[in-house]
C-alpha cells in the first residue's frame, strides 16, 4: 500500500497517528508495514503509548527505590521489560552514557515532562517498507522485535535513545541519508547484515547487551561508534568502510570480529578496551589505524594473519614499547610479509621497541617451524609404520603410501583429498606432521646446528631485541666468574702452610656475588619471555667446563714455584678505565712486559674487586685496570680457565653490540662507522 503523510494530506495524517496510537496503546498489537511506500516524514515514537518514566521516591536517605513506576495499562511482563532499562541505567552510573535522558529521569524521583517515553507494546515489522520522508523513533522503548529487512530509508532517520527489548533486525536495509542510533540500547541480538549506510551513521554511547552482527555491511561515509559498550560479541566481517570509522573509547567485553573488513580511510581505537581478542585475519588496512592508549586484558591480542597491510601507504599507531606485544600470528608460513610490514611501519615512527617485539615474534615462530622439521613425520617420506605410529589407522596410512606414490604431497591440506582421511583426523594430526623434501643427514644437521644456535639467541638476547636481558645474562656470568678466579687465586692448599683468605675477604666477596646476582638474576626475569629456560640455558654454558676444572686443580693439588705470589698481574703504569678490545687473558713473556705486570697485594682489603674487574675484562673487554695472568709457575688448569671465559668473552661482546645497534636508534651506524 502507499500511506501518504505528506503536508499536504494534513487530514489523513493526523487521522491515522490518532487511530493507530489509540489501537497500539489499549492493546499489544504488531504493526505490519511491509511492502508499503511512506510518503512524507513518519514519526513513529507518536505511534507509541507516552508514559512517563521516574523511580520512586522512598523516604530516608535513599534517593530511589529498587523498581521504578510504570503506567498500570501494562502487564506484569510488559513491567519486567520496561525495568530492565532501569537496570542497564543503574549499571551506567559507572560507565556514564553522555545526554541519555531517560537514564537521568528514572534516577530522579519526580516525573518531568521531558521524562516521558513512547512505548511500542508490539511487533514492529518493515520489511522491504519504502520510506520515502524522514523517520523518527527517537526515545521509543520495543518492547518486542523490530523487523526491518531490506528496508529503504530514503531520508535520515531517527533512533536516538531508542531502547529494543527483543531481537532487531536491519538486514539489507539501505539508509541512503544520515541514520543516528545515538544512546540507543539493543537489550537482544542486533542484526545489520549487508546493510548499507550511505551517509554518515551514528551509534556513538549505544550499548548492544547481545551479539550484534554487521557482515557484508558497507559504511560509505563517516561511522561512529565511539563510546560504544559491546556486551556480546561484534562481528564486523566482510565490512567495507568506505570513509573514517570511530571506536574511540568503545568497550569490546567479548570478541571483536573484523575478518576481511576493508578501512579504505583512517580508523580510530583510541583508549579503547579489549576484553577479548580481535580478529583482524584478512583485514584491509589502506589508511591508518590507531590502537593508541587501548587496554587490552590479559587474554586479548590483535590476530593479524594474512592482514593486507603495506607500510609505505598506510600506519598502525599504538603506544611505543606496548603496542608491538599485542599482535599475535600463530604461523609463520604465509606471515613473513605482514612482519615484515609491521616491524618496518613501527621502525618508520621510531618505534624500534615495537618493532623489536614484531622481530622477536617473527624469529620465535621461525624457532617452532624448524623444530617441526626436524621432529615431525614428513609424510612424503614416512614408512606405513611411522605414519600408523603417529595415529593413522592402516587404511588410512595404506591412501597415503598409495597417493604419494602417483604424486608427492605439496601441503598437508591434500590429505583430506583422500577418501579414507576425515576432517578430525586432519586437524588431531596436523601439528605433528610436514610436507616437504625428505631431509640428509648433513641438511638435518645443519638444521638441528641452526635451531640450537636461534633458540640460545632467543633465551640469551630476545634475538638482539632486549637489551636489559643481556645485561643481565653478562651480570651473572661475571659474577660467577669472578667468584672462581678469586677462590682458585686466594684458596689454595691447607696442608702443609694453609694458603687460604682471610674471613673479611671471603665475607666481601660472598656478598657482592649474592648481590651482583641478585640484580643480574632480576633484570633475567623481568624480561625474559622463559626467564627459567633463559637460566638454563646460561648455566649450561658457563657451570659444566668450569666447575669440572676445578675439581681437578683441586684434586691435583698445586705444588709450583711462587705459590705466595697471586697468578694475577696488574699493569702498573695505568689506573684508569680502558675498552680493551684486544687485550688476551696471559701476559707476554717478554721482559719488559713481566716489569710493567705487577702481582695483585693480596693483603689489600679491597684486593676482592681485582677478581671481578678481571671477569669484566674478559667478558665485556672493558676494566678499571688492566689485568692479566702471569706467565711463569701458571698451572694450565688456571690458565684453560681464564681462556675459556676470554671465548665467551668474544661471542658475548659480538651479542651486545648486536643487540645495542638494535634496541638504540642510530647507534649502529656509530658502530659500523668506527
Given at each position: 500500500m502507499v500511506i501518504d503523510l505528506r503536508p499536504e494530506n494534513a487530514s489523513f495524517r493526523d487521522a491515522f497517528y490518532q487511530l493507530l496510537r489509540k489501537e497500539l496503546g489499549a492493546k499489544p498489537l504488531g504493526l505490519d508495514l511491509s511492502y508499503a511506500l511512506i510518503l512524507g516524514d513518519f514519526v513513529g515514537s507518536d505511534l507509541g503509548l507516552r508514559t512517563p518514566l521516574y523511580a520512586q521516591a522512598m523516604s530516608g536517605d535513599k534517593p530511589f527505590s529498587t523498581?521504578?513506576?510504570?503506567?498500570?495499562?501494562?502487564?506484569?511482563?510488559?513491567?519486567?521489560?520496561?525495568?530492565?532499562?532501569?537496570?542497564?541505567?543503574?549499571?551506567?552510573?559507572?560507565?556514564?552514557?553522555?545526554?541519555?535522558?531517560?537514564?537521568?529521569?528514572?534516577l530522579a524521583t519526580q516525573s518531568t515532562p521531558s521524562s516521558e517515553i513512547a512505548v511500542f507494546r508490539g511487533v514492529l515489522t518493515l520489511v522491504q517498507t519504502r520510506f520515502n520522508g524522514e523517520v523518527k523513533f527517537s526515545n521509543t522503548f520495543f518492547l518486542q522485535s523490530v523487523d526491518a529487512q531490506n528496508a529503504t530509508f530514503l531520508q535520515s532517520t531517527n533512533w536516538t535513545e531508542t531502547r529494543f527489548s527483543r531481537p532487531v533486525s536491519f538486514s539489507s536495509a539501505n539508509f541512503q541519508q544520515a541514520s543516528i542510533f545515538q544512546g540507543s540500547i539493543f537489550?537482544?541480538?542486533?542484526?545489520?547484515?549487508?546493510?548499507?549506510?550511505?551517509?554518515?551513521?551514528?551509534?556513538?554511547s549505544s550499548i548492544f547487551e547481545k551479539t550484534v552482527n554487521f557482515n557484508q555491511a558497507t559504511f560509505k561515509q563517516l561511522a561512529k561508534f565511539s563510546s560504544v559498550q559491546w556486551q556480546g560479541n561484534a562481528d564486523f566481517s566482510d565490512v567495507r568502510f568506505g570513509n573514517q570509522a570511530q571506536f574511540t573509547k568503545a568497550n569490546f567485553n567479548q570478541f571483536l570480529l573484523l575478518?576481511?573488513?576493508?578501512?579504505?580511510?583512517?580508523?580510530?581505537?583510541?583508549e579503547a578496551e579489549f576484553n577479548q581478542f580481535v580478529n583482524l585475519q584478512g583485514a584491509s588496512i589502506l589508511n591508518q589505524a590507531d590502537f593508541s592508549d587501548a587496554r587490552f586484558a590479559t587474554e586479548a591480542c590483535l590476530s593479524v594473519p594474512g592482514l593486507t597491510f603495506n607500510s609505505n601507504q598506510a600506519k598502525i599507531l599504538g603506544n611505543p614499547g606496548q603496542i608491538g606485544k599485542m599482535f599475535c600470528i600463530p604461523t609463520l608460513l604465509g606471515n613473513q610479509n605482514i612482519l615484515r610490514n609491521l616491524g618496518q611501519n613501527f621502525r618508520q615512527q621510531q618505534q624500534v621497541a615495537d618493532a623489536n617485539e614484531l622481530e622477536f615474534t617473527k624469529q620465535r615462530l621461525r624457532l617452532i617451524e624448524l623444530g617441526r622439521r626436524l621432529t615431525a613425520i614428513n609424510i612424503n617420506s614416512a614408512t606405513v609404520a611411522s605414519l600408523i605410529n603417529l595415529g593413522f589407522s592402516a587404511t588410512q596410512a595404506e591412501a597415503i603410501a598409495h597417493r604419494r606414490l602417483l604424486k608427492s604431497f605439496r601441503n598437508s591440506t591434500e590429505l583430506l583429498t583422500l577418501a579414507d582421511i576425515d576432517l578430525e583426523k586432519y586437524t588431531q594430526l596436523s601439528d605433528r606432521l610436514i610436507v616437504g623434501e625428505p631431509l640428509s643427514i648433513g641438511e638435518w644437521l645443519l638444521q638441528a646446528w641452526s635451531w640450537l644456535a636461534l633458540s640460545v639467541l632467543l633465551l640469551l638476547s630476545g634475538y638482539g631485541t632486549n637489551f636489559w636481558?643481556?645485561?643481565?645474562?653478562?651480570?651473572?656470568?661475571?659474577?660467577?666468574f669472578g667468584l672462581l678466579f678469586w677462590l682458585v687465586d686466594r684458596y689454595r692448599r691447607l696442608h702443609p702452610i694453609p694458603i687460604i683468605p682471610t674471613s673479611y675477604e671471603t665475607i666481601s666477596i660472598l656478598m657482592s656475588f649474592s648481590v651482583l646476582e641478585f640484580l643480574s638474576l632480576l633484570a633475567i626475569f623481568r624480561n625474559a619471555e622463559q626467564p627459567w629456560l633463559t637460566l638454563g640455558c646460561l648455566l649450561i654454558i658457563i657451570v659444566p667446563v668450569p666447575i669440572a676444572l676445578l675439581i681437578r686443580l683441586y684434586q691435583q693439588g698445586r705444588y709450583h714455584d711462587l705459590m705466595d705470589v697471586s697468578y694475577f698481574t696488574e699493569d702498573g703504569t695505568f689506573r684508569q678505565l680502558?675498552?680493551?678490545?684486544?687485550?688476551?687473558?696471559?701476559?707476554?713473556?717478554?721482559?719488559?712486559?713481566?716489569?710493567?705486570?705487577?702481582p695483585l697485594l693480596c693483603d689489600r682489603c679491597w684486593n676482592w674487586l681485582n677478581y671481578y674487574d678481571f671477569s669484566l675484562n674478559n667478558l665485556l673487554r672493558l676494566g678499571f685496570n688492566d689485568i692479566r695472568l702471569r706467565d711463569e709457575h701458571l698451572p694450565g688448569i688456571i690458565s684453560a680457565l681464564a681462556w675459556y671465559q676470554w671465548s665467551l668473552g668474544v661471542i658475548y661482546i659480538t651479542l651486545v653490540l648486536w643487540t645495542l645497534s638494535r634496541t638504540i636508534p642510530g647507534l649502529n651506524l656509530l658502530i659500523y662507522l668506527k
Open positions: 523498581r521504578g513506576v510504570w503506567a498500570p495499562i501494562f502487564t506484569a511482563t510488559e513491567q519486567e521489560e520496561l525495568e530492565r532499562l532501569r537496570l542497564v541505567c543503574l549499571e551506567s552510573l559507572a560507565i556514564p552514557l553522555p545526554n541519555s535522558k531517560d537514564c537521568r529521569s528514572l537489550f537482544e541480538k542486533a542484526n545489520f547484515k549487508k546493510t548499507k549506510f550511505q551517509e554518515p551513521a551514528d551509534f556513538q575478518t576481511e573488513a576493508t578501512f579504505e580511510q583512517a580508523v580510530s581505537f583510541r636481558l643481556v645485561f643481565g645474562v653478562g651480570g651473572v656470568a661475571i659474577a660467577y680502558r675498552l680493551l678490545i684486544g687485550r688476551l687473558p696471559v701476559i707476554p713473556r717478554n721482559e719488559t712486559f713481566r716489569e710493567r705486570y705487577m
